[in-house]
């Protein structure tokens, strides 16, 4: 599975983004797919995800925000980020997982894009 993101950049605080997460590969039962983001000195938090149903899961710091959405058809998931804050600045890393024969699951990464919101 190979996942190529796109959209990071930079903005001041109160803008809006969109990244998008294109998988392509054998990527037969890859559910969920969603967005991590990692800040200098923090560990990689989720941000948002969605089922191939289209039940979502976001951090309780992105709600009311971001939102996430997934085009099956395209094998694509994208996130809307809205009223971006300097503390959304991060590496975003899209991610896929899948579950495996044995239940245990396999995690497959993009190559990360960077937000840089300023204030």
């Known amino acids: 599975v190979q996942l190529v993101e796109s959209g990071g950049g930079s903005v001041q605080a109160g803008g809006s983004l969109r990244l998008s997460c294109a998988a392509s590969?054998?990527?037969?039962?890859?559910?969920?797919m969603g967005w991590y983001r990692q800040a200098p000195g923090k560990q990689r938090e989720l941000v948002a995800a969605?089922?191939?149903?289209?039940?979502?899961n976001y951090a309780d710091s992105v709600k009311g925000r971001f939102t996430i959405s997934r085009d099956n058809a395209k094998n694509t998931v994208y996130l809307s980020m809205n009223s971006l804050k300097p503390e959304d600045t991060a590496v975003y890393y899209c991610?896929?997982?899948?579950?495996?024969?044995?239940?245990?699951?396999?995690?497959?990464w993009g190559q990360g894009t960077q937000v840089t919101v300023s204030s």
């Open positions: 991610n896929a997982k899948r579950m495996l024969s044995d239940n245990t699951i396999e995690n497959y």
């Open positions: 590969g054998v990527i037969s039962s890859i559910n969920p």
């Open positions: 969605v089922t191939g149903g289209g039940s979502t």
